[in-house]
């Protein structure tokens, strides 16, 4: 069985990319095409993929005059209606022919890039793409073509009649560190042998063996008109006849089609809407959530206000719209939709969770609890409901009890607190924060401001009633975890609320996480960033890529603010006396992976990961038992696929139902961790464990280089990832404690780095050092946490 591939599924799939953002792709020693314009900065996507080792694809395709362009749009209409799901650039080589050749081409397809080349051999020497998908206008594609996007190795054809089968003029998928000779093939016909990789004819067969009157035979995949007459006939003709569309026909067939549509394709294809009809409702649904992935509530409540006037019967659009409203911060407008999609009881349980939220963003708590009750009643399985209605009955039990210090002897802490089944890290990472600062990290001596919540005037005071104010730490520069129109990043606050805080204003260890082809406006984002830094007595962020992309975005008078300061999760022995090295560590190595946002993380390439993890399970698993430690419920996924897929079972640590000590102890006890997320990194580390970094996400990246240990990351792209991490696993194990001794002698830089910051923040907030002589050890007591500390025993899955 093969599994999904997740770039493939709607909302995941990954972003499109834009000649502003990413390696222009050109051919050596030729000029670009004139006339290009970029892509504005402010919505481009972000290319990190020198970071994360992300695999980059395109099709390209040699036109040697106008004539063959007729051909070509045939190739890119079959493409797009036999694979909808599918959009990866085009790059369209040409001896010189005029950009306006090209026009009726740019209307088929979003990413198309004219460049200019001597011939199509030069599709050898293309920059910026990793796998190359060499191609002709004399093909048509009749199926799926997800395998030769699975390719990934050598230079795969058809093999040809001849004394070694070189391929000919028909399609070839490269593989470019393959080809990187000290001088490439000038032809095909120059690829050495050991590289070629046979490929079943079906992805390449010759329309020329049919003749006028054979069928073209079931399976094949891409049909290969090269030296057939264009006036002959037959089932092959009838075949690419098909493709034989002009703009609206076209248009309209890849709308028709079911299923999942790549959201590059479908936004290109359906807009703009044709003047003399009204779209189909389902239609502006499906773009508005497009947009609304992408960050762009303004353009998702422009398409979906237009749609819903005087209409109270379309209750998902009215959810939709709700939530995108929401997203801008326009809140009384949101509630309003929202409750007209409580009309329907198909809909009902959802809007209400999503009024649940909103209600909860205002601190309107009671109405917040009301509405998930309503969702209950409407569908007592609604876990969305269910999670809402115990998070603002939990708030009103807490929020009966007053505070032991007097608010001017309390720290403020503006970060995500999780709760419930939520991400273990972003349980155990507010706890590190605190640690940080002051020995009581419960409620007495800190008071508590979710990020999320919206900071109004109320909240403004209770905050410049504090001693001083901590944000952090955490990934809170993303643009679309609990999007908001006020600050465009992940805490709820006006510009000019923030300009009005006047305790001392700390940012620490706070993480830029946006992902690697991820897409998002920065204007909002990049002004209040710039009141951010201008108000802040102390910025902080956890690693030095992070600090690089900030500087990015702020006017050079501010950029020397931006420091570095480590995440405290990764100096967790040295804030917690019971984190010292154990007596003896359980034989165990734990995996961990995430699946958010798994297009981006993966591309095409999730397939090829899980295969290379199985191989690499079962090679460790000689050497110790081999555990999977769920962050979040979301993250069993891999457990899920990797029995179906390669019959391996793993028991699961549920680090979701864990108190934080649990959390900590599990990792400190374990050999070795294997982890995706980032706190699957950081928190072992800090508990003394050696760890190695399956690279999704630049910030893994990241934390590596600031230890100068790269070494210890491996990208889920890479080729040959099952032997590597097999290899760097035993390495660990077999000479265990001088990994440990490693671990500690990096983190003692982290340490060292932190009590330097931590030294210019006494002078902020007055508080004394809890950590006394530095070089005597940690000395402060055992962190406590408000929240009581239950431990749910480990559960096996099966």
Request: with cysteine; net charge negative.
């Amino acid at each position: 069985m093969t599994h999904p591939d997740p770039s493939t599924t709607p909302g995941t799939a990954p972003a499109a990319r834009t000649e502003s953002t990413n390696a222009p792709a050109t051919v050596a020693a030729s000029a670009p095409a004139a006339g290009a314009a970029p892509t504005p900065v402010t919505t481009s996507a972000d290319d990190r993929r020198a970071v994360t080792g992300k695999r980059r694809i395109a099709f390209a395709v040699y036109v040697a005059d106008a004539g063959q362009l007729v051909g070509f749009q045939a190739f890119l209409r079959s493409l797009a209606l036999t694979n909808p799901a599918l959009c990866e650039d085009v790059v369209v080589l040409h001896p010189g022919l005029p950009d306006a050749s090209f026009d009726a081409a740019h209307r088929l397809h979003p990413r198309l890039i004219p460049r200019t080349a001597g011939g199509r051999d030069d599709v050898f020497r293309l920059d910026g793409y990793d796998t190359v998908i060499a191609l002709t206008p004399a093909l048509v594609v009749l199926g799926r073509i997800d395998a030769l996007l699975r390719l990934r190795t050598g230079v795969a054809a058809v093999p040809r009649p001849g004394p070694n089968g070189a391929p000919g003029d028909g399609l070839l998928v490269i593989q470019c560190q393959d080809l990187d000779h000290p001088v490439p093939p000038a032809a095909a016909q120059d690829i050495p042998e050991s590289d070629l990789v046979p490929l079943d004819c079906r992805y390449d067969f010759r329309a020329l063996r049919l003749g006028d009157d054979l069928a073209v035979p079931e399976g094949v995949v891409v049909l290969n008109f090269a030296g057939v007459q264009t006036t002959c006939s037959g089932p092959a003709h009838a075949a690419r006849a098909r493709y034989d569309l002009d703009d609206e026909a076209f248009r309209a067939a890849y709308l028709a089609l079911p299923g999942a549509k790549h959201p590059d394709l479908l936004l290109h294809l359906a807009l703009p809407f044709p003047d003399r009809s009204r779209p189909p409702i389902d239609l502006v649904r499906q773009l508005a959530e497009i947009h609304r992935g992408r960050g762009h509530h303004d353009r998702a409540v422009a398409l979906l206000g237009e749609a819903v006037a005087g209409r109270p019967d379309l209750p998902r659009c009215h959810e939709t719209l709700g939530v995108c409203l929401m997203a801008l911060s326009r809140y009384e407008e949101a509630e309003t939709h929202l409750l007209l999609a409580t009309a329907s009881p198909d809909f009902a349980p959802r809007a209400f969770g999503q009024l649940a939220r909103l209600a909860w963003l205002l601190g309107r708590t009671e109405d917040a609890r009301g509405y998930a009750l309503a969702g209950l009643e409407a569908d007592p399985t609604d876990a969305n409901c269910r999670a809402w209605y115990a998070r603002t009955s939990a708030m009103g039990i807490t929020g009966r009890s007053s505070a032991a210090a007097p608010p001017g002897e309390q720290l403020a802490h503006v970060a995500l607190f999780a709760d419930g089944e939520e991400n273990a890290g972003d349980k155990v990472l507010p706890e590190a924060v605190r640690s940080c600062f002051t020995a009581d990290t419960g409620p007495d001596r800190w008071h508590q401001q979710h990020a999320h919540l919206l900071v109004d005037e109320a909240a403004l005071e209770r905050l410049n009633a504090r001693r001083a104010v901590v944000v952090g730490g955490g990934g809170l520069f993303l643009p679309d975890t609990a999007p908001n129109g006020n600050s465009g990043w992940q805490w709820n606050i006006p510009d000019g609320v923030l300009d009005r805080i006047t305790a001392p204003l700390a940012v620490f260890a706070v993480g830029y996480n946006v992902f690697d082809g991820q897409r998002y406006r920065r204007e909002r984002f990049a002004a209040s960033l710039r009141v951010l830094v201008e108000r802040s007595a102390f910025f902080g962020l956890r690693n030095h890529g992070s600090v690089a992309r900030v500087r990015e975005l702020l006017p050079e008078s501010l950029r020397e603010k931006v420091r570095y300061q480590p995440c405290p999760t990764t100096v967790a022995r040295h804030l917690d006396p019971r984190l010292a090295e154990p007596a003896a560590r359980e034989d165990t190595v734990l995996v961990n992976c995430a699946y958010d946002r798994a297009g981006l993380r993966f591309g095409h390439d999730y397939g090829h990961f899980l295969a290379e993890m199985a191989a690499a399970i079962r090679a460790v698993s000689a050497s110790a038992e081999v555990r999977y430690a769920a962050h979040m419920p979301a993250d069993e996924r891999f457990v899920d696929d990797l029995r179906r897929e390669h019959g391996l079972t793993l028991p699961v640590e549920p680090l979701y139902l864990l108190s934080n000590n649990a959390i900590r102890d599990l990792y400190r006890r374990t050999r070795l961790v294997i982890g995706m997320r980032g706190h699957a990194g950081m928190i072992p580390f800090g508990c003394g464990t050696p760890v190695i970094s399956l690279v999704s996400h630049p910030k893994l990246a990241y934390f590596l280089a600031d230890i100068d240990r790269p070494d210890w990351g491996v990208s889920v792209h890479e080729r040959a990832l099952g032997d590597r991490l097999a290899e760097r696993a035993r390495a660990v194990l077999d000479d265990h404690t001088a990994a440990v001794a490693d671990v500690h002698d990096r983190q003692r830089l982290l340490w060292s780095a932190t009590r330097d910051n931590l030294a210019r923040l006494r002078e902020l907030t007055g508080l004394p050092d809890p950590f006394g002589d530095p070089d005597a050890g940690p000395v402060v007591p055992s962190p406590r946490s408000a929240a009581e500390d239950h431990v749910t025993r480990p559960r096996d899955r099966a």
